[in-house]
């Protein structure tokens, strides 16, 4: 089966591309299923209820978040209510959601997700990411053997250990977060397929999606600047993993860059 994983999707360019092409690139690859990171689907913070339904609209059917997972004050309630959408697993156990799910592919097959946060740079990790994945593959496992993770993290060398421990019990790692794609991807020895980060679904001339001479300012002259969204022409950033349905193990991975003109 072959599952599509779209990276940081940001704002209302980003969303559009995905309305642009997730449909034509499952009519055309023979896609499965498709998951998409979303914590930065309104605004570049967070996922209001409208960024989520658009997403659906587009022919997502997984959502997975990261550090902005609360910055949109409707985010507990989509945790709440929607079946599709997780956080990551190593937050708080109080937080609303779950960090895991399974879901029934196009196919019928059943694919088990999940979503875990880095804590290198990062602060909003509750428990060890590593330690969180053994606990949700060992829940999924009782019902597929085909297990995706986004691995929402900042430091390549955190996402890269993540791969090498995760390899042989999961069938593909992605790294999210960092906007910037990756040429590292790979099969690891035991079967599992990997790519460091994913990269940004957004404005493909811009600075992690925002307004690029703030950002240029903010670095040369180290004074506050306001961060704005950028406009302009988009980029879709992802891959897909081509999994053996009866093993759980990856048997390709095709990275996907698409930048208009």
């Not at 081509?242 to 860059?257: H, L, M, Y």
């Amino acid at each position: 089966m072959k599952i599509l994983c779209v990276g940081d999707v940001v704002s209302a360019v980003g969303r559009e591309m995905l309305f642009r092409y997730v449909d034509e690139m499952k009519y055309q690859k023979g896609i499965d299923l498709c998951i998409v990171n979303g914590e930065n689907a309104t605004h570049g913070r967070g996922m209001a209820r409208a960024a989520y339904n658009e997403l659906m609209r587009a022919g997502v059917d997984i959502v997975t978040m990261g550090n902005h997972t609360w910055d949109c004050k409707e985010a507990a309630d989509i945790m709440r209510k929607e079946d599709n959408v997780i956080r990551p697993a190593n937050y708080n156990s109080a937080c609303p959601g779950k960090g895991s799910l399974i879901y029934t592919a196009k196919n019928g097959v059943k694919v088990g997700v999940i979503n875990l946060i880095g804590k290198t740079y990062l602060e909003y990790a509750q428990d060890s990411p590593f330690d969180s994945a053994d606990r949700e593959i060992e829940k999924l496992k009782e019902k597929t053997n085909i297990i995706i993770v986004d691995f929402h993290a900042e430091a390549t060398s955190e996402k890269l250990a993540m791969g090498f421990y995760l390899d042989g019990k999961v069938s593909a790692v992605f790294g999210t977060h960092t906007h910037v794609q990756t040429a590292d991807e790979m099969i690891l020895p035991n079967g599992t397929g990997y790519i460091t980060d994913l990269g940004m679904t957004g404005v493909g001339l811009s600075i992690l999606g925002r307004s690029v001479v703030p950002i240029v300012e903010r670095f040369r002259t180290g004074m506050p600047q306001k961060f704005e969204l950028a406009s302009g022409k988009g980029q879709m950033c992802g891959c897909i993993f081509d999994i053996d349905e009866q093993t759980g193990k990856c048997t390709d991975v095709e990275r996907i860059f698409i930048r208009e003109p």
